[in-house]
């Protein structure tokens, strides 16, 4: 062959293959289809800068390790994706990167799914430098993930997520199919910014398999991610898969845990959790088998229970797969837990939650504070832990058994506390078969010693030095919403539709007439809902439903509802629980509710059954009755859940006035604290102007239940027809007081521990019409008559 021919066909061949590499700009989408179409091995198509609104990405082929399609940003972060638009990859070796998907409004269930449908997936694709914030959805039913990862081997990092508002979770690794099964997936340098509480399950900011396929391996790595003020729910995490990897993130004020929900053989290592004395802030929740949490650091957390900075379930004997499976075979080790809520082991202990965990090692740990807060809950037996070396640095009293108390000596690393070279107490401490051989910076723990650190380290951990977020810094800011007034006319669903699109400070006015519930209803936001001024809206069960529901309504952590004139009927073959309830048990989130010219009639399931009912480990702000009906019903207002939790009461302040509770089975209200001393701060109970006919009318009954209650006062009250219970009220303390109330035919107040009586008057109230309950001009109840203030309702 000559030499020039030779030359020639080398030059063709380089030639044809920079064609082929070549870059492709493109300025729509139009234009991107064409080229993504012909984009070959090594092809670059570049997206030009500015707002694209409404579209859609397909960016897929097949590329190579060495030679990836890329799919790219002219500058990253200036080409803006809005309105109707998403993003799907699929394909072999495709890489996205610098795009900003803002403030728009999708129609899908994703904003960036790895697949392209159920039979074309992504592996070893990747979406990197990138941002999708307050990206909504247009249906606000759907429940839509931000980045649904499908195939193997795929990775996405170094991009900012913030602002993820509707429901559903911001980004999901999926296993239903073999085809994602070991998938080994990389979730790694993304900052996951604000997401307020969601009110309800589904609001976690990373979930990885499904309860379903929970016992499938993942093998999916979350590494040197930052959360911050990802408050969604209480799982910022939720591990549903085996054999994952959770290595040097950063979780900064978030109002959760790193959950571990199902699946088995997680490993929790190098983690920080920064909580600043936030409340609700939590550490790692723990349930299933097989896992290893060590060298984590946990700073400043102030949630408790299921919040705290380490918490061990309580399991179900035969668990089905969404319950929860006993704790077994799993290593704690070595973490430094600082100024932190009580962990809690044996958490959740109910009838159902019955199994104690086993065969789990706590060891080498570090806890110390400087409040002498309360340092481990036993909410079951811990014979099935083993507990050893334990260092605990506090006031407060500690089992012997479990801790060794002593004073630790700390050095600042930057503000960070490091235990230093003086502590010897630290080298006591003996290792056990899984100890790891290196500390949370990485360092061999050539001395071993309890803790997160080697003594007098001076590396910063790999958490708190990860550059985390695109390359680019965008400058997120939340749409501006306005409030609302919305008009609902009466029927079936017609309410559904109008709460899902309700914003803060939205005024929701429904016209007279019946308001078919077929399901619950959930509040998540804080809004008024308005009924006719006669009365005459009615919320009612469907007739026919076929499934009933427990509540009318639950007022989610965070929000607060304000109802007028509204009418809760409960008259149905398959009666309902409860009008109204408080978050879902251990949602610690505070709410409000205020009730004003309401009915709440004919509740009248036994079976633990009310007309409000807060949760376990609920916390109202407030709760305001005012002109409110209670008519026909089991029981009243039930915040008793805390029962058997010491100091734990159910709102802050109860606000009853001017209301009437007539022939209540049990009780009217039952809101109490277990608490030795009454004399200790906490709840607030106010009755004015009320009254009280025919409740709790039986032996032992009760009508004001209020044992623990700091501050209670009743005044301007009628207690009438309750003649079987011998003691309708019980005040205990020097800050309960009754006074200026009226008893008829009914028992008599006990007054004990300072509490006191005054102007209780023991007649026969006279009454003019004594259904609605107006006084007789000769009647005690009035002002004139009793010389000290109107007893009975107030008439405007």
Known sequence: MKTSNLFFLISSFFLISTLQAQDITVSNLEEYNAAISKI???????LKNGEWKDTKLLAYGNGSKENPIIIKAETAGEVILTGDSSLSIYGTYVIVSGLWFKDGKTTEKYVVQ???????????????????????????????????????????????????????????VWLKGEEHIENNHQIDHNYFGHRPD?????????????????MKSSKTIVESNTFKNCDGE?????NKSADNIFRNNLFIESKGTLTLRHGNNALVEGNIFLGNNVSQTGGIRIINEGHIIRNNLLIGLKGNGYRGPIVIMNGVPNSPLNRYNQVK?????????????????????????????????????????????????TVDTVDGITFSGNIVD?????????????????????????????????????????????????ATREIYVAGAFNLNNTKIPRALTARTGPGWKPNIIAPVTKAEDLIIEPGLGTLYKAFS?????????????????????????????????????????????????????????????????????????????????SPDKMESTMYALNAEQCTFQHFTTQNGGSIFKAYEGTTASSLSFKNCSFLNSYRGLNLSYDKD???????????????????????????????????????????????????????????????????????????INSYKAETPVNLKGTNNIISNCLFDDNGYPKITKGAKEKNVIYKNPKWEDKEQYIPSKKSPLLKENNGNALIGLKRE
């Open 40 to 46: 070959s091995e090594g092809g670059t198509i570049i």
């Open 114 to 172: 790895f697949r392209k449908n159920s039979k074309e997936f992504a592996n070893h694709c990747r979406l990197t430098n990138s941002t999708i914030s307050y990206f909504d959805v247009a249906d606000d039913t759907i429940k839509n993930h931000w980045v649904d990862l499908w195939g193997k081997n795929n990775r996405v990092d170094h991009n900012n997520f913030t602002g993820k508002t509707s429901a559903g979770t911001t980004l999901v």
């Open 198 to 214: 969601l009110g309800e399950n589904g609001g976690e900011t990373i979930r990885i398999g499904t309860s379903a396929n929970s």
């Open 234 to 238: 209480i799982e910022i995490i939720s």
């Open 329 to 377: 075979n799993v290593n704690i080790q070595n973490n430094t837990i600082i100024n932190c809520g009580p962990m809690a082991f044996g958490a959740g202990k109910n009838e159902e939650l019955s199994l104690a965990p086993i065969t789990t090692i706590f060891a080498n740990n570090i806890i110390t504070n400087t409040d002498d807060t309360q340092i481990l809950e």
């Open 394 to 442: 506090s006031e407060a009293a500690v089992n012997t058994s479990y801790f060794t108390k002593a004073n630790i000596d700390w050095t600042l690393l930057k503000s960070l506390p490091i235990p230093s070279n003086n502590n010897d107490i630290l080298k006591s401490v003996t290792k056990t078969p899984k100890s790891p051989a290196q500390d949370i910076v990485g």
């Open 501 to 581: 699109k309700a914003k803060d400070g939205d005024i929701i006015t429904l016209k007279s007439g019946i308001y078919e519930f077929t399901k619950s209803l959930k509040i998540k936001k804080n809004i008024t809902v308005i009924g006719a001024e006669d009365g005459s809206t009615v919320f009612k069960m469907q007739d026919n439903i076929e499934k009933a529901f427990n509540y009318f309504i639950r007022i989610n952590g965070g929000a607060a509802l304000t109802i007028k004139n509204i009418t809760f009927d409960a008259t149905h073959s398959k009666p309902i629980k409860y009008a109204i309830v």
């Open 645 to 719: 939790n010491f100091g734990k009461y159910n709102a802050l302040e109860l606000i009853i006035d001017n209301c009437v509770f007539k022939d209540i089975e049990e009780f009217a209200v039952n809101y109490i604290r277990n608490i030795p001393d009454v004399t200790i701060k906490g709840g607030k109970l106010l009755v004015t102007n009320s009254v009280f006919d025919k409740v709790g009318n039986k032996e032992k009954g009760k009508v004001l239940i209020t044992n623990g209650i700091h501050k209670v006062t009743i005044k301007n009250s009628v207690f």
